[in-house]
DNA sequence: CCGTACAATATGTACGTACATTTCACAACG
DNA sequence: CGTTGTGAAATGTACGTACATATTGTACGG
């Protein structure tokens, strides 16, 4: 498959359609081309190749990873969604007066978490419960677990007003650089609603993260975030997301 | 403010984190800098400027425009998503054995969705109501509304067996290009738990969307997937979002 | 046999250039 | 006075190059 010069349709644009055609015949199932193998196959420029897998990434199809090559980010039901990475984030910064009550901070023991966290199941757990607010209104219940012995200087600090990843990068000398997040929708328990005084009858957000250093787990976390008091919303234009246009299957 | 070209940092990465303080001080409220001017301003090619305001492009905070500049996305408790565009994409795309099941062909009347639409209150809207298979059990419910002058032709389509923007590009000669999502966790009412045998007490995502071509709103689309059968997950890392490290809140 | 050192490979970062396309403002024209 | 045309401004696309850095495999030496 060529592609076409004169067609109004960007180059990398064609080969992001290409590649993503090759891709569901499973021709890459072994290993996905570098960019100098596509670069020669195709004609393009490598900044061009890259433009194309930029979007295949960023729509969570490819993963890149400096020194190994490009893979196939394989998942079944759970869809990869890029950039979805700032979800999190984007809670956080919100806006509006933010504020945050601590809960809980102390020793727990979980053996789920633990398995998750790389531990053994009856390792002592740093866990902190936080109610988030905004507007002077409960917007999001968010709870953090980390290994004891890598958060245990963390049990003295201030959290209603200093955030958990600053203190942990300077009493424990590390912080989250990796990791996945997950989401869902769920009816909140009755004593979650009442936590974050919703009325009955309203759903919320559930995320789940995980978060790695150096390529090791070192916090997991879940925050319920309010379904009446957030959505989160996106602009799509041709212009940055045109696979959309050319591969929408509706 | 300076850029250090010995630090660990990449240099578009630090202009990123540079232009977010800026950004948060209302600098930029009237106007944000065009690309020639911060290539000047920073002493870095145009290509790091770029690839520094495409992430904060990703994260939601700028959008740029072509021909007219790079504007401030203004929202306020809605926060955008940036790349969340490929949201309904993924759910379309989740694989296993896709079908859809047309529960509804024909004409309605909605003084909101008509308005949404640009359309007088009380014009005819083609309307369109699918649910959305995978591997035999139901995972969405999906309804679409067009106005009826531009897709009249569309109602004696066979919708089981093709896609609506495809039939509405070889028919219409159109097809939203631009658009944008919303997502909420919500409770589904009775009727919808049923349609979509979900179980008591389970949430669900509700999707809407408009969809516009030409800048001309065209479609509004109202979509509701299964809470328990579908999860938005996503990897993030340093190397794929760096301005993370740098500015996560917490 | 194991570990270290080095080379090959592949992506990341950063520079440069040129032209295309869209938008907007303003002047020229009918 | 309105319409059209033209040019300036700004981002989009696409090419090129060079070197940095992370990973992996291999060869060499103890």
Redesign the interface.
Known sequence: MTLDRNSQMPLWAQLETALKTRLDTGEFDDRFPTDAELVEEYGVSRHTVREAIRHL????IL??E?GRGTVI?R?????????????F????????TQRSLVLGLGEDMDPVIAERLGLASDAPLFSLERIRF?DETPLALDRSWLSMELAGDLLSSDFEHT????ELARKCGT?????????????PTPEQRKTLTMRR?????SLERLGTANGLPIEWRTTLIR?D?????????????PS??A????
Do not use: C, H, K
Request: proline share 6%; glycine share 10%; no cysteine.
């Open positions: 990434n960023s729509s969570g993963r890149r400096r980010n998942s079944e039901f759970e869809q990869p969604l890029g950039a979805l990475y700032s979800l984030r984007s809670v956080e910064s919100s806006g509006a905004a955030a958990l990843y600053d912080r989250p650089d990796a990791g996945w997040e997950r989401i869902a929708p769920i009816m009858g309203e759903a919320a957000f379904g008091r957030y959505r989160f919303v996106s602009n799509f234009t041709a212009g940055t997301a959309m246009t591969t929408e299957p509706d």
